[in-house]
């Protein structure tokens, strides 16, 4: 049982956007920030947003976060095949004084 | 940036295993440094992290005890010794990088398989 709760799975089609949400408590994301890391299959993770809505360079402006207390959401537009991955959103625990992730959510491009 | 593990293998249940973590490309003894292991087909799990001179140190409870985190700035490595090993540690174990509170560069990540 993951601290943070996303969707197990999500799924579109080829130029659509998707959003994948998450949700934690006022330990963690409710009063912090909140973080996205892809995983393409077979590799190790990789940061894709941080501080709830920046993207590090060379990652492309069709991946967007947002936060609304302790709800995030990661949305990608125009979806694209090589988005097939999976997607964890991520923050710091107070309470658990550890970084904590939600369970993945496993994003079919159909 | 550059973070190579090595040290991961097959152990039997109560064995121990030292992993490694090689920095390369960065300023390693300015950074606080974090393990976060993957069980097959699971999600992400924090492990633990130290700040940039060792000195700071924080387990996850399910590991509290039995594993211990440490660096060694002048090699540019980052150690994770794991005694008491369990089944349930197996997994693969990521080094990775924090930068401003935030793990950011992780490395690729070496297996380790605790079964008799």
């Known amino acids: 049982q993951s601290v943070l709760t996303q969707p197990p799975s999500a799924s579109g089609t080829p130029g659509q956007m998707v959003t994948i949400s998450c949700s934690g408590n006022?330990?963690?994301?409710?009063?912090?920030?909140v973080y996205w890391y892809q995983q393409l299959p077979g590799t190790a993770p990789k940061l894709l947003i941080y501080?709830?809505?920046q993207r590090p360079s060379g990652v492309p402006d069709r991946f967007s976060g947002s936060k609304s207390g302790a709800s995030a959401s990661l949305a990608i537009s125009g979806l694209r095949s090589e988005d097939e991955a999976d997607y964890y959103c991520?923050?710091?625990?107070?309470?658990?004084?550890?970084?904590?992730f939600g369970g993945g959510t496993k994003l079919t491009v159909l | 940036v550059q973070l190579v593990e090595s040290g991961g293998e097959l152990v039997q249940p109560g064995g121990s295993l030292r992993l490694s973590c090689v920095a390369s490309?960065?300023?390693?003894?300015?950074?606080?440094m974090h393990w976060v292991r993957q069980a097959p087909g699971k999600g992400l799990v924090w492990v633990s992290r130290l700040n940039s001179d060792g000195r700071i140190i924080t387990y996850a409870e399910s590991v509290k005890g039995r594993f211990t985190i440490s660096r060694d700035n002048a090699k540019n490595t980052l150690y994770l010794q794991m005694d008491s090993l369990r089944a349930e540690d197996t997994a693969v174990y990521y080094c990775?990088?924090?930068?401003?509170?935030?793990?950011?560069?992780w490395g690729r990540g070496t297996t380790v398989t605790v079964s008799s």
């Open positions: 006022s330990s963690n994301i409710g009063n912090d920030y």
């Open positions: 490309g960065f300023t390693f003894s300015s950074y606080w």
């Open positions: 501080r709830n809505n």
């Open positions: 991520a923050g710091w625990d107070d309470s658990l004084s550890g970084w904590v």
């Open positions: 990775v990088r924090s930068v401003e509170g935030y793990l950011d560069v």
